[in-house]
């Protein structure tokens, strides 16, 4: 079981808008509507950002948005500010037989 | 609120074994399952395990089978994971993260998660 594909980093403005993309399997993202976010800043644990693709938990800002086509989920950050600078990972449940979750590779964002 | 406190950090050589607690607060601590995950330095996240504290047989990575035990005690609402055998590539921070759904139920993501443990394999 690989881990779910993510750009390594992406880069935006103050107010600028960034996507980030999480590409799997038809195992794991393509087919269940199991996705989330995580936001990491160095040295903390991961914070939830986003459930079960694009449901927001309370206390998260609707600057954060998430979505699903096929194989491919994303987050979408919206008039980006300096504090969304952290890593990013995405996870989905996976019908693996040797796991039940799988992870993103992580995707660095840059506030420029 | 919800609480997960985990114990502290660890230097352990190789071939031991390591045990990390996570103590949790602010809700009924039988009424969700928990989750490892650990996070090796610089390197993404990686799904270990899951264990209902309420009872029953955790379930493990494939990649853990064998060298891995998750256990819990309801009297003091702390889940345990222990890592045997211990290689340098095992030296990681170890996160316990709340599954949100109310067991039987799963939810299939992590809610909160306890503040990480690094345990360094060396020589």
């Known amino acids: 079981q690989s881990a779910l594909t993510q750009p390594a980093s992406v880069s935006g403005s103050p107010g600028q808008s960034t996507t980030i993309s999480c590409t799997g399997t038809s195992s794991d993202v393509g087919g269940y509507n199991y996705v989330s976010w995580y936001q990491q800043h160095p040295g903390k644990a991961p914070k939830l950002m986003i459930y079960e693709v694009s449901n927001r938990p309370s206390g998260v800002s609707n600057r954060f948005a998430g979505s699903k086509s096929g194989n491919t989920a994303s987050l979408t950050i919206s008039g980006l500010q300096a504090e969304d600078e952290a890593d990013y990972y995405c996870s989905s449940y996976t019908s693996s037989s040797t796991l039940d979750y799988v992870f993103g590779t992580g995707t660095k964002v840059t506030v420029l | 609120q919800v609480q997960l406190v985990q114990s502290g950090a660890e230097v352990k050589k190789p071939g031991a074994s390591v045990k990390v607690s996570c103590k949790a607060s602010?809700?009924?601590?039988?009424?969700?399952?928990m989750h490892w995950v650990r996070q090796a330095p610089g390197q993404g996240l990686e799904w270990m395990g899951i264990?209902?504290?309420?009872?029953?047989?955790?379930k493990y990575a494939q990649k853990f089978q064998g060298r891995v035990t998750m256990t819990r005690d309801t009297s003091t609402s702390t889940v345990y994971m222990e890592l045997s055998s211990l290689r340098s590539e095992d030296t990681a921070v170890y996160y316990c993260?709340?599954?949100?759904?109310?067991?039987?139920?799963?939810?299939?993501?992590?809610?909160?998660w306890g503040q990480g443990t690094l345990v360094t394999v060396s020589s």
């Open positions: 602010g809700y009924t601590f039988t009424s969700h399952y």
């Open positions: 993260a709340r599954d949100p759904g109310m067991i039987p139920k799963r939810e299939y993501y992590f809610d909160n």
């Open positions: 264990i209902n504290p309420s009872g029953g047989t955790p």
